[in-house]
């Protein structure tokens, strides 16, 4: 029903830069929170950066200062600009949406299908 399509990982030099998209389609009435989170081989996945509805961030102190997380709900789109990357930031990276697929249903979260990012020394 709801799909979400992230591109923009690759990878990078240590101190360089990444911008993450994620796309949501398929059936939306709304979408709620929107984040990314990202998941280090064999542990569980993490939270990277959320953004309301409104537009209020909230970062993990890991990321803190050097990502930022946006939004654009004319395009079901969330973001995540990475600067001053760091080895320690390689991971895949997952979006997460909660979304309400029509008017008076309950919100459930979507995940995308993940990117890798992978940040060289």
């Known amino acids: 029903q709801v799909q979400l399509m992230e591109s923009g990982g690759g990878l990078v030099q240590g101190g360089g830069s990444l911008r993450l998209s994620c796309a949501a389609s398929g059936r939306i009435f709304k979408i709620n929170d929107m984040g990314w989170y990202r998941q280090y081989p064999g542990k569980q996945r993490e939270l990277v950066a959320t953004i309301t509805t409104g537009g209020s961030p909230n970062y993990d102190g890991s990321v803190k200062g050097r990502f930022t997380i946006s939004r654009d709900d004319a395009k079901n789109t969330v973001y995540l600009q990475m600067s001053s990357l760091e080895p320690e930031d390689t991971a895949v990276y997952y979006c997460?949406?909660?979304?309400?697929?029509?008017?008076?249903?309950?919100?459930?979260?979507?995940w995308g299908q993940g990117t890798q990012v992978t940040v060289s020394s």
């Open positions: 997460h949406a909660d979304v309400q697929t029509e008017i008076g249903a309950f919100s459930y979260g979507y």
